[in-house]
């Protein structure tokens, strides 16, 4: 397992050198202009922290770089970094319950004949339960080591296949969005409330699912003062060393394990406790710890209630056919949406 996690280390340098030797090849070294790209060219992260002049006519330029800025600063989480850890863990179990979770949310029973987009696919795993299911898999994600943790999981699980198409991209810029075409399946799970953007983020999501297509996301729930307070916990996090990082986490969720042991024991029911670790992958397949990685340094950090998600998505011509948003307190409301109109 840790050689999986260092070739995950080894594909992102790797493509970060070479992508960084392309974007330079792609700029005037003096005069900062740009010269002509193929529709579709992604350039890395690494290539966008230089402090070259792009052109105008390049929004993703501007959209990945100001990422990559964020990163630097503290004002961005990594979540490429958590999840090629996440990885080390990963096995049959936790991707057969992928799997159920996209049967049961999704209302199906397999994705044959399908198209899968899969907005931020970090670790990857939910696009390996699409293409599993049988669909035509597209993921992207703006952080080069999600896109590395991606491609790991190809070549772990369905070698050259043609089927699944991972790159770097972001759901900000629009032209890109649009490049991609329509599909039967448009997912993304705990990512656009990350964006900054949330709002324009959901605008995105919407344009490549087809007409009668769905549209899966989750949503960090609104709950007022505590969620505004939880900001500010995530931002402060992301400014930490990295030395700190796992202390402060610690500290962070302390009070909320030391009631939920309390609670087990006053029940006599111990075991409750420990299987609420033990016992997690059954939530989506995932990892306890690394979720809570991802929770307490999840930044940006955006809110929304079930009320605005649905009128949102409802003058864009979607109806709900499914949500999950009771008692989440703090954590995701998940929709179903249905296009039935072109907007």
């Known amino acids: 397992m840790l050689g999986d996690y260092l070739e995950i280390q080894n594909h992102a340098d790797t493509t970060q050198r070479e992508e960084t030797k392309q974007a330079e090849i792609s700029v005037h070294e003096n005069s900062g202009n740009c010269l002509s790209s193929p529709l579709g060219y992604r350039l890395s992260v690494a290539a966008l922290i230089r402090p070259t002049n792009f052109c105008s006519i390049f929004p993703f330029v501007r959209t990945i770089s100001l990422h990559a800025e964020e990163d630097q600063e503290g004002e961005r989480f990594e979540f490429g970094k958590n999840w090629s850890r996440f990885l080390t863990l990963l096995d049959e179990?936790?991707?057969?319950?992928?799997?159920?979770?996209?049967?049961q949310m999704l209302e199906i029973e397999d994705l044959k004949d399908k198209s899968f987009l899969d907005i931020g696919s970090g670790s990857g795993l939910f696009s390996l339960a699409g293409r599993r299911l049988g669909a035509r898999v597209h993921s992207f994600d703006y952080d080069l080591q999600s896109v590395a943790c991606t491609s790991q999981l190809r070549r772990r699980y369905f070698s050259d296949d043609n089927s699944w198409k991972i790159e770097e991209g972001s759901v900000l810029d629009t032209d890109y969005i649009k490049h991609l075409g329509k599909f039967d399946v448009v997912y993304s799970w705990g990512v656009l409330h990350h964006t900054g953007q949330m709002w324009q983020a959901l605008e995105n999501a919407q344009l490549p699912v087809a007409l009668g297509g769905k549209l899966f996301i989750a949503l960090y729930n609104?709950?007022?003062?505590q969620s505004a307070r939880w900001k500010k916990i995530k931002h402060t996090y992301n400014r930490l060393p990295?030395?700190?990082?796992?202390?402060?986490?610690l500290m962070v969720i302390a009070p909320g394990e030391a009631k939920a042991i309390l609670r087990s024991l006053v029940a006599l029911q111990p075991r409750q406790y420990f299987q609420s670790w033990t016992q997690y992958d059954e939530r989506r397949g995932m990892s306890r710890w690394r979720d809570i990685v991802d929770w307490v340094g999840g930044y940006p950090y955006e809110v929304s209630t079930p009320d605005e998600v649905f009128e949102f998505y409802r003058a864009r011509g979607f109806i709900l056919t499914k949500m999950n948003c009771g008692r989440v307190g703090l954590g995701c409301n998940q929709f179903v949406f249905e296009r039935v109109k072109e907007r």
């Open 93 to 103: 179990t936790r991707i057969c319950e992928a799997e159920e979770s996209l049967k």
């Open 222 to 225: 609104d709950t007022g003062t």
């Open 242 to 249: 990295d030395s700190l990082k796992v202390p402060f986490t």
